[in-house]
Nanobody
Framework: QVQLVESGGGLVQPGGSLRLSCVASISIFRIWSMGWYRQAPGKQRELVARITSGGSTDSVDSVKGRFTISRDDAKNTVYLQMNSLKPEDTAVYSC??????????WGQGTQVTVSP
């Protein structure tokens, strides 16, 4: 069993920044990939960004150049730095951890609202 605790969501004006954190209850060396999904009302859930145990990253085109995913192995934490936020970034952001055969685990979700 893996627990993921997220923090850092909130209300921000367009053009502002937020940093989301996801702390895992196990060493993230053991996790194949971690990342963030988001789901806005009435829309499908989409993968925002992910990072593998080897450090490779990937993100959806709509956030490239604005969002950066990173990890701190010593703190078992993955971060999502979100800059130049837009109203269309408003969603519930959920952290996940994929342990391959050991399953995928999810955080509780954190609301990000971008509004004047």
């Amino acid at each position: 069993q893996v627990q993921l605790v997220e923090s850092g969501g909130g209300l921000v004006q367009p053009g502002g920044s937020l940093r989301l954190s996801c702390v895992a209850s196990i060493s993230i060396f053991r996790i194949w990939s971690m990342g963030w999904y988001r789901q806005a009302p009435g829309k499908q859930r989409e993968l925002v960004a992910r990072i593998t145990s080897g450090g490779s990253t990937d993100s959806v085109d709509s956030v490239k150049g604005r969002f950066t995913i990173s990890r701190d192995d010593a703190k078992n934490t993955v971060y999502l730095q979100m800059n130049s936020l837009k109203p269309e970034d408003t969603a519930v952001y959920s952290c996940y951890a994929n342990l391959l055969q050991s399953g995928t685990y999810w955080g509780q979700g954190t609301q990000v609202t971008v509004s004047p």
